[in-house]
Structure formats: C-alpha cells, structure tokens
C-alpha cells in the first residue's frame, strides 16, 4: 500500500518479552494513530484472561452494541453476539471501547478499504501493524512519552508476514 507522503506502509510488532503493561500502551497508542485511516473496525468481546477491571465496563459496553445491531436487524440474532463486533472509530465512546479492550481481546483488526492495517490476537500477545513513516515517528514518539522502551516495537519479519497474508485471505469476510 502506497501513501503520498510518507512512502509505503512498514509493519510492525510487538517484541517478545515486553511488559504487559507496555503491551497495552502500544495496542493503544497504535491504535490512536492509525485512528483516522481506520474504515471498518471489528472486536471481539472474548479474552482468554480475566478481563483487567479496568476494561470491564468496556467490555460490557461492546456487548451492548453487539445487542443494538440485533435488535435493528444489522446483525444475526443467531450468532454469536461477542464475536465480530462492528466499531465505528469516529465515534468517540466506541473508539475508547476499542483502545481498551484491543489489548487483551482473542481478536480486534481496524482495515483501510480492503487492507488490513491492525490486527490484535490472543489475548493480547499478538499485535501487528502497517504505518506510514510519519505514523511511525509519531507513534514512536508517543511510547516514549509513556515510557514505553523503544525497543518494544519492531519490524514485522518477512517469514510471518506471508502467513498472515495468507491467514488474512481465509479470515476476511465476502472473500474480500
């Protein structure tokens, strides 16, 4: 994917070994900034932990928008209401249900029209990320604040990259 300004889009993960909670600041602070290229936005409402207490109202806020799409008919009633939970990302109060629970969720991933550019997985422990070199630098900058080492994030390793490419092209809804 190409971006006028800043070139194309590296991607990222989280190092093994980072504290927990540096994790979450970088779920989140990446969250933020790919905020304003995030089209679709989907959660799931299942962890494989304990959900921290202070996500909880969070969680239960996701389910009740999950509850709201069945009972306008957007979603089955039949399926599983946690699972694949519709964010509208320009909306505040949704925005923050994501950044909160995004690390610690069995699934969360934010696309730009038809490319994955978030994807947070297992609890937690897996996070990637595609960013612009401007995304990049402002998201560096933003862990820093928080005191997040640098050397938390790191290049997505071409070996892996090929797999969820692959895992992607099964996991996307419509065959996308």
Known sequence: MIDQ???RRREFTVADG???ADVAHVHREALRVLRHDIDT???DAYSDEAWP???VSSRERALSLA???VACGTRSSRGDVGMGIDIDVRDDGQFEVMADLAPYTIGAEGWEGDHLIFSANDTGTSLWIAVTGEQ???LRSRLEALGVPSTALVPHAPRGRRRLRSWCA???PGGR
């Open 5 to 7: 300004q800043s070139g």
């Open 18 to 20: 980072t504290a927990p």
């Open 41 to 43: 936005a989907h959660l």
């Open 53 to 55: 207490p202070a996500v």
């Open 67 to 69: 509850r709201e799409e």
């Open 136 to 138: 990049e630098t402002v």
């Open 170 to 172: 099964r996991a996307e």
